[in-house]
């Protein structure tokens, strides 16, 4: 069994950065894919980036490319992602996910995912 903590959410303006974190304990996550979604009021909780185990190959959704980075600390078994140039779109509460070994090599559907946190809000004002 997997639990994951997320924190760094907050209340920020247009164009500001935040650095979310994901803690996870019970096991280590050698060999699991890590992700973030992130669900907005009223909308399906959407993919937002993910990074594989070994090669650490990431990918993100279009909305986010180029502004957020997914990176993960295998000796403190947490998960990070580095969201900059944020913008109103962006405001959401975002969850961390974690997919054990097996699969897809590129995952990012909700029910590839096992285990979840609780969720952690990012509101972005304009």
């Known amino acids: 069994q997997v639990q994951l903590v997320e924190s760094g959410g907050g209340l920020v303006q247009t164009g500001d950065s935040l650095r979310l974190s994901c803690a996870a304990s019970g096991r280590t996550l050698s060999g699991y894919t890590m992700a973030w979604f992130r669900q907005a009021p009223g909308k399906e909780r959407e993919f937002v980036a993910a990074?594989?185990?070994?090669?650490?190959?990431?990918y993100y959704s279009d909305s986010v490319k180029g502004r957020f980075t997914i990176s993960r600390d295998n000796a403190k078994n947490t998960v990070y992602l580095q969201m900059n140039s944020l913008k109103a779109d962006d405001t959401a509460v975002y969850h961390c996910a974690a997919s054990p070994p097996g699969g897809n090599y590129y995952k990012r559907y909700k029910y590839e995912y096992d285990y979840w946190g609780q969720g952690t809000q990012v509101t972005v004002s304009s």
């Open positions: 990074i594989n185990w070994n090669p650490y190959k990431t």
